[in-house]
């Protein structure tokens, strides 16, 4: 299994982003995917889901504001991050079945 983000940088706040996440070694349309988080001495967090069928779920924190999609065609999942603040400032991380994890890429809001 391998899992490719992109997309992460600086931005100021109130700004938006898309992360992408290419997949490889998976068959991609029967499984769950989803983007994690991690900023500096805390804990790795779920940000957002997305099922097979297309169900998506979000962190309380994040919900309205950022938006997990797919494409199973181009085996990818993605996160638009809009109204961007200094606190979603992370290593985003996507991750796959069997407990797979990409290298991730960081985000940063600040002005």
């Known amino acids: 299994v391998q899992l490719v983000e992109s997309g992460g940088g600086l931005v100021q706040p109130g700004g938006s982003l898309t992360l992408s996440c290419a997949a490889s070694?998976?068959?991609?349309?029967?499984?769950?995917m989803a983007w994690y988080r991690q900023a500096p001495g805390k804990q790795r967090e779920l940000v957002a889901v997305i099922t097979s069928g297309g169900s998506t779920n979000y962190a309380t924190s994040v919900k309205g504001r950022f938006t997990i999609s797919r494409d199973n065609a181009k085996k990818s999942v993605y996160l638009q991050m809009n109204s961007l603040k200094a606190e979603d400032t992370a290593v985003y991380y996507c991750s796959g079945p069997r407990s797979s994890w990409g290298q991730g890429t960081q985000v940063t809001v600040s002005s």
């Open positions: 070694g998976i068959i991609f349309s029967t499984s769950t």
